[in-house]
């Protein structure tokens, strides 16, 4: 691995010369990192059986295949899968790591007690703190593969003290991981005093989606009139859309509806996520396979948290106990986009979560019947390119003319890599390492 450095020297018949910014010395050999060629070989890549190797140049690939030319530098990835980083389309990177604060820590479990906990608490949170709290966050999610990042931001605090610490992340860190920030009103786009306005202040001073939370709202009415404005607001601005929506177990919560009616008709549903929708697994199969046929005609996206979703719900219930997740499965099997997401990192909401995608992924295809070999060979999907299709990123992908942005599994199949959940040994963003790590050795070798 070679890094960019300011200058360095080489030698030439005993006389040291002193190169200029932005070479590096190989083999005694000059090379101008911003065109030297890199080639990555003996690799598997994921959804691609014709290539073992890439050229990367000024960090785009620029040839795939095999038995490729000889490069400026050669990296052997010995056999290792690798793929398109992982994507967190859903995360609060305000509220990592507050869990256990004094007032964190629920009792009931339950989304709405965690609201409530978290009005008291972000009223003692300062930018600073939210800075650090949310850099501890990001690089835990780096660490473990991830190079996307949405984040829900709560604009139900009169100082927009998250949104002004996030805005600013998003810049310093841009050539590391690109973050995404929903304006979200956490308290209600109405339930808040002036929450509408500051959703709007939000997105003037830079979110990319508007968000809202109509099961949170006082009334059914104002629940929809939340819906009707999140879509006028993502016309007048040209922001996606990402709604908390029907996070909940009662069947009667159906904002999707409205929700999905409204981007048909704007043209806009491919902008718009649906995160949660939990109630619709809980939804008669004559609504549901109704609504499945209008999804498809919107082509509206669905964001499922595994972990959060299971742990915040059916505690209403006795038993039977429900899972809380969307109709994940079903789905995907009608050509809908879903992408799974962490959410939370021990926050009032989920006392756990880290970052690391790979167990998102172990829970999701349980807790949703898709663990049959072929949905195995495809359940990557969910934590990469489905994520990176509903946030709208386009340079992504290991294809010929995007970034050289990629992750190294520590397994070479794809089926053997879920079975083990295995670790990302190394990330890779614009032909450049952000990490790199060994593999697992073992002090003493178990001997059996």
């Known amino acids: 691995m070679f890094v960019k450095i300011d200058q360095t020297t080489m030698t030439i018949h005993t006389k040291q010369i002193t190169l200029p910014a932005g070479y590096i010395v190989i083999n005694n050999k000059p090379f101008d990192i911003n065109i030297m060629k890199k080639k990555f070989f003996n690799t598997n890549i994921y959804?691609?059986?014709s290539a073992t190797e890439f050229i990367v140049e000024n960090g785009k690939i620029t040839e795939m295949g095999t038995n490729l030319p000889e490069c400026d530098e050669e990296i052997d990835l010995k056999g290792k899968l690798i793929m398109p980083p992982y994507v967190d389309p859903h995360l609060h990177l305000d509220y990592v790591y507050t869990g256990r604060n004094d007032g964190g820590m629920v009792n009931s479990g339950t989304l709405f007690e965690g609201i409530e906990r978290w009005h008291y608490i972000k009223k003692s949170q300062n930018k600073k703190d939210v800075k650090e709290r949310a850099?501890?966050?990001i690089r835990e999610e780096v660490s473990h593969g991830i190079q996307f990042i949405r984040t829900h931001i709560d604009v139900t605090d009169p100082e927009l003290t998250g949104l002004k610490a996030i805005l600013e992340l998003r810049e310093e860190l841009k050539d590391k991981v690109t973050i995404q920030i929903v304006s979200f009103p956490q308290e209600g786009m109405?339930?808040?005093k002036n929450g509408f306005e500051m959703v709007e202040e939000g997105l003037k001073m830079g979110a990319d989606c508007v968000g809202a939370i109509p099961h949170f709202e006082w009334a059914r009415e104002i629940g929809?009139?939340?819906?009707?404005?999140?879509?006028e607001l993502a016309v007048k601005y040209n922001k996606m859309i990402d709604v908390h929506i029907d996070e909940t177990d009662d069947v009667m919560a159906r904002f999707i509806e409205l929700l999905n009616a409204l981007v048909m008709t704007e043209g806009i549903g491919?902008?718009?996520a649906a995160s949660h929708?939990?109630?619709f697994g809980s939804a008669d199969n004559a609504y549901a396979n109704r609504m499945i046929g209008l999804f498809k005609k919107s082509k509206?996206?669905?964001i499922t948290p595994p972990t959060e979703n299971a742990y915040l719900q059916g505690r209403m219930d006795n038993y039977p106990k429900r899972r809380g997740l969307n109709r994940v499965k079903e789905l995907l099997e009608e050509g809908i986009n879903v992408c799974f997401a962490q959410d939370s990192i021990n926050d009032p909401w989920y006392p756990l979560g880290n970052g690391n995608m790979m167990n998102i992924?172990?829970?999701?295809?349980h807790l949703t019947h898709m663990a049959s070999y072929q949905e195995i060979e495809k359940s990557f999907d969910l934590i990469t390119f489905n994520g990176a299709k509903t946030m709208m990123i386009e340079d992504y992908g290991l294809t010929i003319g995007r970034s050289a942005n990629f992750i190294v599994l520590n397994e070479s199949d794809v089926f053997e890599a879920i079975r083990k959940r295995v670790e990302v040994l190394a990330s890779v963003r614009n032909g450049e390492y952000l990490f790199k790590r060994k593999e697992p050795i073992y002090d003493l070798p178990l001997n059996l």
């Open 224 to 231: 929809e009139k939340s819906i009707h404005k999140t879509v």
């Open 361 to 365: 992924l172990d829970n999701g295809i």
């Open 270 to 272: 491919e902008k718009t």
């Open 190 to 192: 109405y339930a808040y």
């Open 135 to 137: 850099l501890a966050g």
């Open 47 to 49: 959804r691609n059986n």
């Open 300 to 302: 509206i996206n669905f």
């Open 277 to 279: 929708a939990c109630s």
